[in-house]
């Protein structure tokens, strides 16, 4: 763990980290854990023989494949999971966070098909076949600099926890109307809930990206 | 005061500090997931534990069997109150026994008690805690802060909590659930003689949630580490600032207890800390394997402040000078072990610190309940209690007059309380609000707008509290050629890391983006005193410092020049001539990363190549001592107010903030982008509470039937105003410039409340919810 050191981030630093990040994330199972007595297989047949034999009666954990930031996943959870579980406790995405798990606060938000989604509402087997987009993702991509840019200029955040349910609704809004007025930032944040109270920051941060992006878009084009 | 003691306090000329839009050094990390909360540690071969929780709101556990949870499968270990270790655990074996960790009593619904379980995940914990076999003794609880104060009612609290070392010992016993305090100053009634009106009145004060965003939680493991001695080292992620506390309740020195997260998410001042985030090491210890701890939403509804309910007394002359207060309340004292800082902690330490009035006297009832905790806390905190507020706007409406007149009348001037001049921070807050805001006062109910809603006002000033309780010991050093300020994690929201960084790099002649932050949990500046403390004062000492580096460079720089290394085989061509030879350090300065000649800063060399030594300054201590720190309140230097306006809907009972203005001097602007978010967050806090934040309780079953974000309801982007923020300097603070901070001083419970009541003439308590509206309007 030296997770401490050169923990100052830039926007070039915090791009790099989280693109490794969704790099290291494996595509495919090469262990199977039993979740009941961490006994770990080799195989997923042999797990579930282990299950018939010592835990008789007990569901067996299934695989799920799940499409996530462009890549394909393959993890092992128990049917009941919630994708925000599963991000963070197979996957090791933390970016959803846990703040409500009852779908009120936005803190778990995710992309999934084109429409944000609470991840802590979701029950990972759903999210088989679908594009599953996560902040991690959206930081990742290029695109999205001058969002994450100007989040952080403007102080969108203080302690920060809700912060990353933040960037993907309004991702997810840009993704919808490219050009949105501060009114309609505020109605598309409305599920979000951010204890520290940063509301007013939110549409100032989405309204320079706007304009930055916009005039990417002309240099670029 | 001003930052007359300090270097460059008297600075004109800012490059940095006072720029907005420099990202916070750990923004990215937030913006983009990258950055891990206790609740987000996820480990190899980590167990999760689970604390068996009350359904009872005062009960002991009589009997316990836990045979058929530590059967099931996945089940690795059940801690009980009976266990020795866990009695061990934060006890002083030097001093008398405390209540022990972990017992048998629950003092309240969900209330940790007699076992954690410790499993492979969190649903075996939940089942395994299902199977215990309990016996429960339930007890008579108390849920209602007024009938707990009757006699006869249940007793709240089965053991008696220690006294508070820092209130005054109280003024008679304690009887039933109900201690006392009184604290007066003055002749209450000579003043009320004094007077030609007396006014009464009664506020309620709801409770109010915490509600710390990220749910408290942590995970540790223990590992042997040679190069910090002797024994394994913990490690503990999720102990927020109180990385330390942990250590020495298991016996762990500072240099082997690890926290390398940076991130410790919001606390408002609730710095304490809960059970999660403390008995990890242990569990990890008994089972040789990492343990997360986490709480839930619903387990994390602890109180930010207490409910209170007060009943005042107010004496006035004709002109508006109060000449006596009775301040009495009663308050809830809530659960074993709450804070004092919401009751008997708070007196004398109140809302009228700044009124001339002379006789005041406050006396309260302290209720204990089965309601709920108030850790340490003060979002809210007691001068933002608004009776004064209140007594102004009262006094106001029966004479007829506007209340700033009235705020000026009764406000004491900046010497102490019989200064009969005005702060001069407070009348030129006043002088640019009323331009601000277009202020134009109306008695209450009479004015309408067009679209058929009342209107209403209220107005509210408040001193800027500054602490300077805290000192800082700063270091700073220069690493090939670079300034690196080494600083002790975690961090909360404050953006007191980047006003530091600022500071240096303001005094050094660099960009706020040299400055690097080296984040090591085993150094020991920490800029998080309370409050805008932990910006302004610590800054105030990370300028000193910065200035002692300053000196040591620029004379390493003379060294340097005048005492070349001797040419080397390495070196080719002629040695340049160094532009600062012959010169002393007095004729040097630091000007845009260069070290240059003061007379001519076109001439120097960039830091780089002025020194390559490697060189530590450092620097401890505080500030001066605040001019209100010195008067507790009666001395006066920076000043805030607040305007709000509202409209109501007399028909549907909906209240709308038309505008929730802020003109205030925190002496000198440090950091202006995290200043107005303060600002942001206090309205949000105070508009919830007033508007929609209320803790529901079963009486029968004393079950708390809110403890989740979809009944207990905080405002969102569509609820907030706009808040408009116009920011004075005056410099007349005792920290860096002469800053002071605002702290959390517009926090307010009254504002909305006040406006609500001038708008449509009744009084309407917290939470103002639509229902209360028409209710108090005779119309449901
Ligand atoms: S944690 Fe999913 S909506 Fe709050
Ligand atoms: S920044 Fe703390 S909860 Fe939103």
């Known amino acids: 763990m030296t997770e401490a050191k050169d923990m100052t981030f830039t926007l070039e630093t915090a791009h790099a980290k989280v ?10 199972l090469t262990e199977y854990r039993c979740p009941l007595c961490g006994k770990i297989f080799g195989c997923y047949a042999d797990l579930k023989q282990h299950y018939a034999v010592e835990h008789v009666g007990a569901i067996p954990p299934v695989t799920v494949v799940l499409t996530l930031n462009g890549k394909s996943c393959e993890v092992l959870i128990e049917p009941h999971w919630t994708l925000k579980r599963t991000l963070q406790f197979r996957l090791g995405l933390t970016g959803a966070k846990h703040m409500c798990d009852k779908g009120v606060c936005g803190s778990c938000t995710v992309i999934m098909d084109g429409r944000a989604v609470l991840s802590c509402q979701m029950l990972a087997i759903e999210c088989e076949g679908k594009e599953i987009q996560t902040v991690e993702g959206i930081a990742a991509d290029p695109k999205w600099k001058p969002l994450v840019d100007a989040y952080c200029r403007w102080d969108a955040m203080q302690c920060g926890y809700c912060t990353p349910g933040f960037l993907v609704s309004a991702k997810n809004l840009l993704d919808k109307n490219p050009n949105p007025t501060v009114d309609e930032i505020n109605e598309a944040l409305s599920g979000n809930i951010c204890i520290c109270g940063t509301y007013p920051r939110h549409a100032q941060a989405i309204r320079e990206a706007v304009e930055k992006m916009s005039e990417g878009a002309v240099t670029n084009g | 005061m001003a930052d007359i003691v300090g270097v460059n306090g008297q600075r004109e000329n800012f490059r940095v500090v006072g720029k907005p839009n420099l990202p916070g050094k750990l923004s990215y990390a937030l913006a983009t997931g990258i950055a891990k909360f206790g609740i987000d540690y996820v480990l190899p071969n980590m167990l999760h534990a689970k604390f068996l929780r009350s359904p009872y709101a005062n009960a002991l556990i009589k009997k316990m069997d836990i045979t058929k949870a530590l059967a099931l499968p996945g089940v690795v270990d059940i801690v009980t109150w009976e266990d020795e270790d866990i009695k061990r655990l934060g006890q002083n074996p030097f001093g008398p026994p405390s209540r022990p960790y972990l017992d048998n009593w629950a003092e309240q619904e969900g209330a940790e008690v007699g076992c954690i379980v410790v499993a492979e995940d969190e649903d075996i914990c939940e089942e395994a805690l299902r199977l215990l076999d309990i016996e429960w003794e339930v007890l008579g609880h108390v849920v209602d802060t007024l009938k707990g104060r009757e006699p006869g009612a249940p007793t709240a609290h089965m053991v008696e909590a220690a006294p508070d070392p820092f209130s005054k010992p109280p003024e008679k016993p304690k009887q039933g659930n109900v201690s006392y305090a009184v604290t007066t100053q003055g002749d209450i009634e000579k003043g009320f003689a004094e007077a030609d009106h007396i006014i009464e009145y009664q506020l309620k004060l709801p409770a109010f949630a915490s509600h710390m965003p990220n749910p408290p939680s942590s995970v540790a493991w223990w590992e042997d580490n040679p190069y910090h001695g002797e024994g394994p080292d913990l490690h503990i992620e999720g102990a927020v600032q109180r990385r330390e506390n942990v250590g020495r309740m298991y016996g762990v020195s500072n240099e082997k207890t690890v926290q390398e997260g940076l991130f410790q998410g919001g606390k408002y001042c609730d710095w304490g800390m809960r059970k999660s985030q403390e008995i990890t090491p242990l569990l990890a210890r008994r089972t040789g394997r990492p343990v997360r701890c986490a709480y839930t939403r619903e387990e994390t509804f ?81 001068f933002n209690w608004d009776s004064g507020t209140m007594a102004i706007y009262l006094i106001s409406e029966k004479l007829g007059m506007d209340p700033i007149d009235v705020a000026l009348i009764n406000v004491h001037g900046p010497a102490s309380q019989e200064d009969n001049t005005i702060t001069p921070s407070l009348l030129a807050c006043i002088e640019e609000g009323k331009k601000f805001v277009n202020w134009n006062w109306h008695k209450a109910g009479e004015r309408k707008l067009e679209d058929g809603r009342m209107h209403g006002a209220s107005f509210r000033y408040q001193m800027c509290p500054r602490h300077a309780f805290s000192g800082y010991d700063c270091k700073l050093e220069l690493k090939n050629g670079v300034v690196h300020m080494p600083t002790q994690g975690p961090c909360t929201g404050i953006f007191a890391v980047e006003c530091n960084a600022m500071v240096v790099a303001e005094e050094l002649g660099l960009e706020y983006a040299d400055v690097a932050i080296d984040f090591d949990y085993r150094e020991t500046f920490t800029p998080v005193g309370g409050g805008s403390d932990g910006t302004t004062a610590s800054s105030w000492a990370m300028k000193e410092c910065a200035n002692i580096l300053k000196q040591k460079i620029l004379e390493s720089a003379v060294n340097k020049a005048n005492n070349p290394a001797p040419p080397s085989m390495f070196m080719f061509g002629q040695p ?24 001519d800063p076109s001439v120097g060399l960039p830091l780089r190549e002025a020194t390559s030594e490697n060189i530590f300054a450092t620097f401890s201590g505080r500030p001066p001592t605040s001019l209100w720190t010195m008067g507790m309140g009666k001395m006066l230097d920076t000043m805030n107010t607040a305007y709000c306006e509202v409209a109501v809907d007399t028909e549907t009972g909906e209240v709308e903030i038309l505008r929730f203005d802020a003109v205030a001097d925190p002496g000198k602007v440090m950091r202006p982008t995290s200043l107005e978010s303060q600002i942001d967050q206090v309205l949000f806090f105070s508009q919830g509470c007033q508007l929609l934040e209320e803790y529901v309780y079963d009486e029968k079953t004393g079950v708390r039937l809110n403890n989740n974000m979809i009944d207990y309801k905080k405002p969102t982007t569509l609820d907030v105003p706009v808040i408009g923020k116009k920011f004075l300097e005056t410099r007349a603070g005792n920290a860096a410039y002469g800053a002071n901070g605002i702290s959390h001083s517009l926090a307010n419970t009254h504002a909305i409340i006040i406006a609500i009541h001038n708008a449509i003439g009744v009084w309407v308590d917290p939470p103002a919810t639509p229902d209360k509206i028409l209710k108090a309007l005779g119309k449901a």
């Open chain 1, 19 to 28: 693109s490794e990040m969704i790099g290291a994330i494996p595509t495919a």
């Open chain 2, 302 to 382: 602890d109180f930010l402040m207490n409910e209170r309910f007060m009943y005042l007394k107010v004496g006035f002359t004709k002109d508006g000078l109060v000449t006596a207060i009775d301040d009495f309340s009663i308050a809830d004292n809530g659960v074993y072990g709450s804070s004092s800082f919401g009751t008997a902690g708070d007196q004398g330490y109140g809302p009228y610190y700044t009124f001339k009035c002379p006789n005041i006297r406050q006396q309260m009832d302290i209720v204990d309940t089965n309601r709920g905790k108030m850790y340490v806390s003060g979002q809210h905190c007691p």
């Open chain 2, 576 to 599: 340049k001539e160094n532009p600062l030879k012959g010169h002393t350090a007095d004729e040097l300065d630091m000007i845009n990363g260069m070290v240059c000649l003061k007379a």
